[in-house]
């Protein structure tokens, strides 16, 4: 009850706060889901128009940025929004009623609905104060609640797998004791039902989410109950299909991000009289997938558990719990467990597979997005439990993470890559695989830095403990680390890193995982060598470079003619070898 009330509590903060300027601006494809939402709750349409564009202005104060649109197949040729319909759908009527607040509100409904299916399938298996240590654990400590500030559908798929997962499986759980409203809603063969077209509905809001009609119908088959199964797996089909058919009855295409598709940043069509679909945006289609085989396999399954930016144990600490306590008391365990991981397992793998250099989700989120919807079939795994100790557990390894960027969830969603700048974090390994989706891309005064010739380097600076390149070179802070992404075309072999600095200090250069620690005297200059291999990926080689400095000085009190007040440590060069 304490629980459901905080949620009614935020629900109504959710009305009285201005969305735009709370949530600070666009995130993602924020821009899209907004403008769409919008447009089927006043016009009941799909088409973008030039009101469409009039409406949202006044709201953020200029266009949608990074707006999705794509060029209809119709005899009119209009324009349409690139991405699923569902979400907005669903959000409309909040909106008509509430605004841009209708969609926080809507995420607030979703989760909470969440955490109600998930305490009632754990009070099925464990008493009262277990399940409810284990079902806010599971939600609370992990990145999870900071999709409820996006407004987009991450927090509908999320709400989608766990109503789906709990009509299917709360009847299996065997209740012993349970309100007589659930057990008549999810008792009977309805509740499958049910569960396919919610499953439905996420896959078609996002494909990724096919693989988990699998472990309910291969149950049922298994059970030789073969006419549910295939009833099951129809209704599933028909709302998956239902949802691209009526995509493209709308726009001509049944891939919303296939076609003429583009995305549109600084100038919109209709925005003047010259702002054409033809003349402005940036092609973006996705109509084939990029293969690059196993390549990277081994490396992206490291980066899937313990990556950095978008790793399993960080970000969803409670499902390694649950790992562990399904292993520990895996004569708990049934068949229906079994389907379940293994549909689990698959997705990832496949996700990794089919999308090497984006299985994270893209646009730089905090915690991998595409996780996200997956993650509530995590909850289904949990055995039988007399003690709170598996949901404290979940509550304390997973705040050693999180907790730093659920207190101000706000500044966590627009400004994640400040998230991995300190704690535990800093040590997990950098996912070179998915580079361009780190979300140092957001930040484009420490992206794509260009650092000398011949080969030019970029760089990305993780932190705030280095300064741009100046004529001398880098500054690297006094008493600090800094972790600078480094990335090259051509290809190089060894680099030289040149370290100097006018007072005596203890410096560590780190160059794809090796160390070396120097000792260096005021004003000497020292040469480091170090040998590359890095992650050639997506047409460059990609490695991290990290310098350590031990202490630092102020120019500005040691000459008082200086102006410099900053803290500085080591100036660094590098000099890249072709290979």
Same mark, same amino acid.
């Given at each position: 009850?304490?629980?459901?009330?905080?949620?009614?509590?935020?629900?109504?903060?959710?009305?009285?706060?201005?969305?735009?300027?709370?949530?600070?601006?666009?995130?993602? !494809?924020?821009?899209?889901?907004?403008?769409? &939402?919008?447009?089927?709750?006043?016009?009941?349409?799909?088409?973008?128009?030039?009101?469409?564009?009039?409406?949202?202005?006044?709201?953020?104060?200029?266009?949608?940025?990074?707006?999705?649109?794509?060029?209809?197949?119709?005899?009119?040729?209009?324009?349409?929004?690139?991405?699923?319909?569902?979400?907005?759908? =669903?959000?409309?009527?909040?909106?008509?009623? &509430?605004?841009?607040?209708?969609?926080?509100?809507?995420?607030?409904?979703?989760?909470?609905?969440?955490?109600?299916?998930?305490?009632?399938?754990?009070?099925?298996?464990?008493?009262?104060?277990?399940?409810?240590?284990?079902?806010?654990?599971?939600?609370?400590?992990?990145?999870?609640?900071?999709?409820?500030?996006?407004?987009?559908?991450?927090?509908?798929?999320?709400?989608?797998?766990?109503?789906?997962?709990?009509?299917?499986?709360?009847?299996?759980?065997?209740?012993?004791?349970?309100?007589?409203?659930?057990?008549?809603?999810?008792?009977? +063969?309805?509740?499958?039902?049910?569960?396919?077209?919610? #499953?439905?509905?996420?896959?078609?809001?996002?494909?990724?989410?096919?693989?988990?009609?699998?472990?309910?119908?291969?149950?049922?088959?298994?059970?030789?109950?073969?006419?549910?199964?295939?009833?099951?797996?129809?209704?599933?089909?028909?709302?998956?299909?239902?949802?691209?058919?009526?995509?493209?009855?709308?726009?001509?295409?049944?891939?919303?991000?296939?076609?003429?598709?583009?995305?549109?940043?600084?100038?919109?069509?209709?925005?003047?009289?010259?702002?054409?679909?033809?003349?402005?945006?940036? $092609?973006?289609?996705?109509?084939?997938?990029?293969?690059?085989?196993?390549?990277?396999?081994?490396?992206?399954?490291?980066?899937?558990?313990?990556?950095?930016?978008?790793?399993?144990?960080?970000?969803?600490?409670?499902?390694?719990?649950?790992?562990?306590?399904?292993?520990?008391?895996?004569? !708990?365990?049934? #068949?229906?467990?079994?389907?379940?991981?293994?549909?689990? &397992?698959?997705?990832?793998?496949?996700?990794?597979?089919?999308?090497?250099?984006?299985?994270?989700?893209?646009?730089? $989120?905090?915690?991998?997005?595409?996780?996200?919807?997956?993650?509530?079939?995590?909850?289904?795994?949990? $055995?039988?439990?007399?003690?709170?100790?598996?949901?404290?557990?979940?509550?304390?390894?997973?705040?050693?993470?999180?907790? +730093?960027?659920?207190?101000?969830?706000?500044?966590?969603?627009?400004?994640?890559?400040?998230?991995?700048?300190?704690? #535990?974090?800093?040590?997990?390994?950098?996912?070179?695989?998915?580079?361009? !989706?780190?979300?140092?891309?957001?930040?484009?005064?420490?992206?794509?830095?260009?650092?000398?010739?011949?080969?030019?380097?970029?760089?990305?600076?993780?932190?705030?403990?280095?300064?741009?390149?100046?004529?001398?070179?880098?500054?690297?802070?006094?008493?600090?680390?800094?972790?600078? =992404?480094?990335?090259?075309?051509?290809?190089?072999?060894?680099? !030289?890193?040149?370290?100097?600095?006018?007072?005596?200090?203890?410096?560590?250069?780190?160059?794809?995982?090796?160390?070396?620690? =120097?000792?260096?005297?005021?004003?000497?200059?020292?040469?480091?060598? &170090?040998?590359?291999?890095?992650?050639?990926?997506?047409?460059?080689?990609?490695?991290?470079?990290?310098?350590?400095?031990?202490?630092?000085?102020?120019?500005?009190?040691?000459?008082?003619?200086?102006?410099?007040?900053?803290?500085?440590?080591?100036?660094?060069? #590098?000099?890249?070898?072709?290979?």
């Amino acid at each position: 009850m304490v629980v459901l009330l905080f949620f009614v509590a935020v629900a109504i903060a959710t009305l009285s706060v201005d969305p735009v300027r709370t949530t600070q601006g666009l995130k993602s !494809d924020e821009a899209t889901y907004v403008t769409m &939402a919008l447009s089927i709750a006043h016009d009941g349409d799909l088409a973008f128009q030039q009101r469409d564009l009039t409406r949202f202005w006044p709201l953020y104060n200029s266009g949608p940025e990074g707006i999705f649109l794509k060029r209809g197949k119709g005899p009119d040729d209009r324009l349409y929004f690139g991405k699923s319909f569902i979400y907005p759908l =669903i959000a409309a009527p909040f909106v008509k009623v &509430a605004g841009l607040n209708g969609l926080l509100l809507l995420n607030v409904v979703l989760l909470a609905g969440v955490f109600t299916c998930f305490y009632l399938y754990a009070h099925a298996l464990m008493p009262a104060p277990a399940a409810l240590a284990v079902s806010t654990g599971f939600l609370g400590a992990s990145i999870a609640p900071l999709f409820g500030v996006w407004m987009m559908p991450e927090t509908f798929n999320l709400a989608c797998v766990g109503y789906a997962y709990f009509f299917w499986l709360y009847k299996e759980a065997r209740p012993r004791v349970s309100p007589r409203w659930a057990r008549s809603l999810v008792a009977g +063969p309805g509740s499958d039902i049910a569960a396919a077209i919610l #499953l439905g509905m996420a896959t078609f809001s996002k494909p990724s989410h096919a693989l988990l009609i699998l472990p309910p119908v291969a149950l049922m088959l298994w059970r030789r109950d073969v006419g549910h199964g295939l009833r099951v797996g129809l209704v599933f089909g028909l709302v998956t299909v239902a949802g691209f058919g009526t995509n493209a009855l709308i726009t001509g295409e049944l891939n919303y991000q296939g076609g003429d598709r583009k995305t549109f940043y600084g100038e919109f069509p209709f925005q003047t009289s010259d702002s054409t679909y033809d003349t402005l945006g940036i $092609p973006i289609t996705t109509n084939t997938l990029e293969f690059e085989g196993w390549r990277h396999l081994a490396r992206n399954t490291g980066y899937f558990f313990v990556g950095r930016h978008f790793g399993l144990v960080p970000y969803y600490f409670p499902a390694i719990v649950i790992t562990v306590w399904a292993l520990f008391r895996r004569r !708990d365990l049934s #068949l229906r467990h079994g389907f379940t991981a293994m549909a689990i &397992a698959g997705t990832a793998l496949i996700l990794m597979i089919l999308y090497p250099n984006t299985w994270s989700g893209g646009g730089g $989120p905090p915690g991998n997005r595409y996780f996200l919807g997956i993650y509530p079939a995590f909850y289904f795994l949990i $055995p039988t439990a007399r003690t709170i100790l598996p949901g404290v557990a979940m509550w304390v390894g997973g705040a050693l993470f999180v907790a +730093p960027i659920l207190l101000d969830p706000f500044v966590a969603a627009r400004r994640p890559w400040q998230n991995s700048q300190q704690g #535990l974090l800093r040590a997990l390994p950098v996912e070179l695989t998915v580079v361009n !989706d780190l979300p140092v891309q957001l930040d484009r005064g420490r992206s794509r830095i260009p650092y000398g010739s011949d080969p030019q380097l970029l760089l990305y600076y993780l932190d705030e403990n280095a300064w741009r390149p100046e004529a001398a070179g880098i500054w690297i802070k006094g008493s600090a680390q800094a972790d600078i =992404i480094v990335r090259t075309e051509p290809a190089i072999g060894p680099i !030289d890193i040149t370290l100097r600095s006018p007072i005596q200090n203890g410096v560590r250069v780190t160059v794809d995982g090796v160390a070396q620690d =120097i000792e260096l005297t005021a004003h000497a200059s020292v040469v480091v060598q &170090a040998d590359v291999t890095g992650v050639y990926t997506r047409g460059a080689q990609t490695f991290v470079l990290s310098v350590k400095t031990e202490a630092g000085f102020i120019p500005h009190l040691v000459d008082a003619t200086s102006t410099d007040r900053r803290f500085l440590g080591v100036l660094v060069n #590098l000099t890249p070898r072709r290979r």
